[in-house]
């Protein structure tokens, strides 16, 4: 869903989330956030209604219960508006059908109208009655031309609806493949996007992949608060979208974990993406609005793999996810290599 308030609109709304939020035993993640911004904002009568019985009984949300909520009045309403999409769509074609029906049945009734006026010109026929053919014919012909205009007008109409329901659908599809925080990937989206690079080159042979996760970030959210937390999830993709290109995939696969996907990269490239994300991200600061210093350092580690023959992404991503985790036992903020098998 896309959500259609200003700045201003959406900070109001977040005033009034935040100290809802603060009374359940879950997470403040992204889905959580969704459930008390909708709450929050009026925008899901129904998620409202449980959340209130919820607040009445003074009863807090567990893990659990916002996933199953999210998945419920969230997620499901997206599935719905894409059938609900489908079926409009449908709706408009059996219309177009059924009106190029009609046109079709009214040229077959004028078709017959000239046959039986043609008819009137066999023999001999007199002055009279060739101009009482004619007279036939200028009124065949009058119908003729406002039932084309009719039925030209008919199927512009029907064709802009059919566009403005495929865009439509392709923004809901869209937003169902991308992180709300980060305008990155989600793990859907990255999914996807796999298996069609997986179709198109039959294999992940030649191609890169890279894993990178925030050092210390709980430490981040629990000493700063999750708004700041969001705020550096927000620069860390900002650096993964600054420095991809082309065919590049990057995406947030969850909590404070990314990942980029590079076809025909070699390794020496890989590690040289891998180190300049690194230090960007070990450049930077948070920073309030003010200009003064939130957070210190922020630091990334990287696990760094490439593809092999036979080799499919699961098995890049554990290679990839074991180097990353020996990275953050060494000490954090570095690139860690895992070698393809038999290199």
């Not at 449980?50 to 009984?57: H, P």
């Not at 802009?160 to 439509?168: Q, T």
């Amino acid at each position: 869903m896309r959500y259609g308030h200003s700045k201003e609109q959406s900070a109001e709304v977040l005033r009034l989330t935040l100290p809802l939020m603060a009374r359940q035993d879950a997470a403040f993640h992204p889905l959580s956030y969704a459930l008390w911004y909708e709450h929050a904002a009026g925008l899901n009568p129904l998620l409202s209604a449980v959340l209130n019985e919820k607040l009445a009984a003074r009863a807090s949300l567990t893990e659990a219960e916002v996933y199953r909520l999210h998945a419920c009045h969230i997620a499901a309403r997206d599935i719905e508006l894409a059938e609900s999409l489908q079926l409009e769509l449908k709706t408009v074609l059996e219309s177009a059908a059924a009106g190029i029906g009609s046109a079709a049945q009214s040229t077959a009734d004028l078709e017959k109208e000239l046959q039986a006026q043609s008819a009137h010109l066999d023999g001999s026929p007199s002055a009279g009655e060739i101009q009482n053919v004619v007279r036939e014919l200028t009124s065949i012909a009058r119908r003729m031309q406002i039932g084309t205009s009719q039925v030209s007008a008919f199927l512009t109409d029907r064709l802009r609806s059919v566009d403005e329901i495929g865009e439509r659908m392709g923004q809901a599809q869209s937003d169902a493949l991308l992180d709300p925080l980060t305008g990155l990937k989600n793990r859907r989206g990255l999914d996807r996007a796999l298996a069609q690079l997986d179709m198109n080159r039959r294999g992940f042979a030649g191609a890169a992949l890279l894993l990178a996760d925030i050092d210390h970030f709980k430490s981040i959210n629990d000493t700063h608060g999750h708004l700041i937390g969001d705020k550096v999830l927000g620069a860390v993709a900002h650096v993964l979208r600054s420095n991809i290109k082309g065919r590049d995939i990057a995406g947030r696969i969850g909590g404070d974990e990314f990942a980029v996907v590079l076809p025909d990269t070699p390794l020496p490239g890989a590690m040289a993406l891998a180190e300049l994300i690194r230090a960007s991200i070990a450049q930077g600061r948070i920073q309030r609005k003010d200009g003064a210093e939130v957070v210190g350092q922020v630091t990334l580690s990287l696990g760094v793999t490439i593809g092999a023959d036979g080799d499919s992404m699961e098995s890049m991503f554990e290679r990839a996810d074991s180097v990353l985790y020996e990275a953050k036992r060494s000490g954090r903020n570095r690139v860690a290599v895992a070698h393809s098998p038999g290199a």
